[in-house]
């Protein structure tokens, strides 16, 4: 498993953006594909967004296609979820996630090894 520690999380206004990073504490950080997810109260964990281990691809939840962008730096071991546009339904607690294997993106949470411990993110309104 991989140590995963996210930051960046906040409070900011409806219309606002944020910038989660994370980083990975493993020596073969480029095996792993790496995904986002978030889960707000009363809510189930919901994929958001993933970027395959060298970067050139990646995939959107619909709910934030084209407000928020997932990159990775594999020289640092990091990756980040840029989020624009924020609404106060993207209100939740974001979550980084590893996936050991240099293979198609997964959007479903079982497929991922390795977790961070949560970064809240509330949009008020």
């Known amino acids: 498993q991989v140590r995963l520690v996210e930051s960046g999380g906040g409070l900011v206004q409806a219309g606002g953006s944020l910038r989660l990073s994370c980083a990975a504490f493993?020596?073969?950080?480029?095996?792993?594909?790496m995904g986002w997810f978030r889960q707000a109260p009363g809510k189930e964990r919901e994929f958001v967004a993933a970027?395959?281990?060298?970067?050139?691809?990646?995939l959107y939840a619909d709910s934030v296609k084209g407000r928020f962008t997932i990159s990775r730096d594999n020289a640092k071991n990091m990756v980040y979820l840029q989020m624009n546009s924020l609404k106060p339904e993207d209100t939740a607690v974001y979550y980084c996630?590893?996936?050991?294997?240099?293979?198609?993106?997964?959007?479903?949470?079982?497929?991922?090894?390795?977790w961070g411990q949560g970064s809240q993110v509330t949009v008020s309104s």
């Open positions: 493993t020596r073969t950080f480029s095996n792993y594909n």
């Open positions: 996630a590893a996936d050991l294997g240099r293979r198609a993106i997964r959007v479903t949470d079982s497929a991922y090894e390795s």
């Open positions: 970027v395959s281990w060298g970067g050139s691809s990646t």
